[in-house]
């Protein structure tokens, strides 16, 4: 999530005075919780602003950092916030945060988080995910070890812990409770990414119907639309005014791009780029890498669509310049940051970027891992589809495109790697295999415009003329259906 919690501390009490006092040292689902009651109700403030992604957690979560007897759940949530942001430049107060909480008098649960930290610290991202598995079997309705529990099964791509987290935890907690509907919203994320599509529809129209603020279930939902293929039914629930996502909350830019990727899918390459423009990538933008991995996703989508993005690459590549030329940390990000430079033409900096992933592929932790894996062939591949060796760019991803969950993301976000294999087969003359890879994506979309598309450039190449207008027909009659949402 967008994380700007380093700017949150100079009035570290603002809150407090509104705060009602708690006088059992217990937090919102009953368990007990080191610290005094103003501080334990203010961060079950934090919990109630976390879960739907309000801007207010990032002071909040300030204060109780800042207060002179900081509580260790508080302290907790600062290193965490810092941590879900995926930007190397905040592990420096993640650490601190976390040297504070290591000193402090803690109960058994509160331990567990300060290992579950040390270990994310130390590069054991999926080390630090079994922690809190660990917390989670006990305390199954420590809501924030689930939160940051979800994002790490997404950061390192275990779609079925991103699943079974957060329905392990509904079966636990009061059904009556006000947290139950965000919890199935981040159920209905992890079915849709385990394939459990119209199951994900279901927890997820129900999170939102309880919460219209609940941007997580809003993404859910869209994930579960695009994957199905029913564009135009994710671009009317993402514009008929019954969610609340637009604006005002930590996840609006990864939203946008949804309602942008489904507008890709239409054919509306106009609003593509306004959605960009006003929502995505500007001048204003904060500069953090998950939102950059969303405008370096929809970029090099556009190109390879052969739409014109004008100088957008070039903005974008700019701002990746300083994370890219730091010590690797997360390798989605890293892949991302390829995309921009070689868009922009910046290829010395993204060979440059390569061979820094090249030399991490040794290291200890799980982003060692997950570059040697995935990171540093995807990357390669990249590089080489701007060189225009598109063989090198079948050689790179072919091997690795049923395993690309292995270094995160969702499966709308790792598709651009897919359809980058599929271009270059097409411009590699390697028609068979586009043919062989447009008929998998529409066994599973049949509604797929580009899988169209792409299909009926390679059965046209292969000589089978009306097979290819058939393909081509299908694009039409699906672009024009979702031009009409």
């Not at 600062?78 to 008098?105: C, F, K």
């Not at 849709?192 to 129209?205: R, V």
């Not at 598709?415 to 994506?441: I, K, M, N, P």
């Amino acid at each position: 999530m967008t994380n700007t919690f380093t700017n949150a501390t100079a009035d570290s009490t603002k809150h407090a005075s509104s705060v009602p006092m708690r006088t059992a040292a217990v937090d919102a689902h009953g368990y007990t919780i080191t610290g005094d009651a103003d501080s334990i109700a203010l961060y079950n403030t934090a919990i109630d602003q976390l879960l739907p992604f309000a801007p207010d957690v990032v002071d909040t979560a300030g204060s109780l950092a800042t207060a002179p007897a900081p509580i260790p759940m508080g302290l907790a949530l600062g290193a965490y916030l810092n941590l879900t942001s995926t930007n190397r430049d905040d592990l420096h107060l993640a650490r601190t945060l976390h040297a504070a909480l290591q000193q402090s008098t803690k109960n058994e649960r509160e331990q567990l988080h300060e290992r579950a930290i040390a270990s994310w610290l130390g590069g054991s991202w999926s080390g630090a995910a079994s922690i809190l598995d660990e917390l989670l079997i006990r305390w199954p309705n420590d809501v924030l070890a689930l939160i940051v529990g979800h994002q790490l099964d997404f950061f390192v791509g275990d779609a079925q812990n991103l699943r079974d987290r957060p329905l392990r935890t509904l079966r636990e907690m009061d059904p009556q409770h006000a947290h139950v509907p965000f919890v199935r919203g981040m159920a209905a994320f992890g079915l849709e990414e385990s394939g459990h599509y119209s199951q994900a529809l279901d927890f997820g129209l129900s999170a939102v119907g309880a919460n219209c603020n609940d941007v997580w279930a809003v993404h859910a939902v869209s994930h579960a639309y695009e994957m199905l293929g029913q564009v135009d039914e994710g671009i009317r629930f993402m514009t008929d005014g019954g969610t609340k996502w637009e604006a005002d909350n930590l996840f609006t830019v990864h939203l946008w791009w949804h309602l942008a990727l489904f507008r890709l899918e239409a054919g509306q390459h106009d609003q593509v780029l306004g959605i960009y423009d006003a929502n995505i990538h500007n001048t204003s933008s904060a500069g953090v890498p998950l939102e950059m991995v969303d405008a370096s996703a929809m970029l090099w989508r556009l190109r390879l669509d052969e739409v014109d993005s004008g100088d957008r690459f070039a903005e974008l590549a700019e701002s990746w310049v300083p994370i890219a030329r730091a010590e690797p940390w997360y390798v989605f990000n890293d892949v991302h940051a390829t995309m921009a430079f070689v868009g922009a033409g910046m290829d010395s900096e993204a060979r440059t970027l390569i061979d820094r992933l090249a030399d991490s592929v040794d290291l200890n932790g799980t982003n060692a891992m997950m570059t040697a894996k995935i990171g540093l062939p995807a990357s390669r591949a990249v590089l080489a589809h701007s060189d225009g060796r598109f063989d090198d760019v079948i050689a790179e991803l072919m091997p690795i495109r049923r395993q690309l969950n292995a270094f995160g993301g969702s499966h709308a976000q790792r598709d651009v790697l897919q359809r980058t294999l599929l271009d270059a087969a097409l411009r590699a003359g390697r028609y068979e295999l586009a043919r062989a890879l447009t008929a998998e994506r529409l066994s599973l979309r049949d509604t797929n415009v580009y899988s169209w598309v792409q299909r009926a450039r390679a059965l046209r190449a292969l000589g089978d003329e009306p097979a290819a207008a058939a393909a081509a027909a299908n694009a039409d009659a699906h672009r024009l259906r979702f031009a009409g949402a």
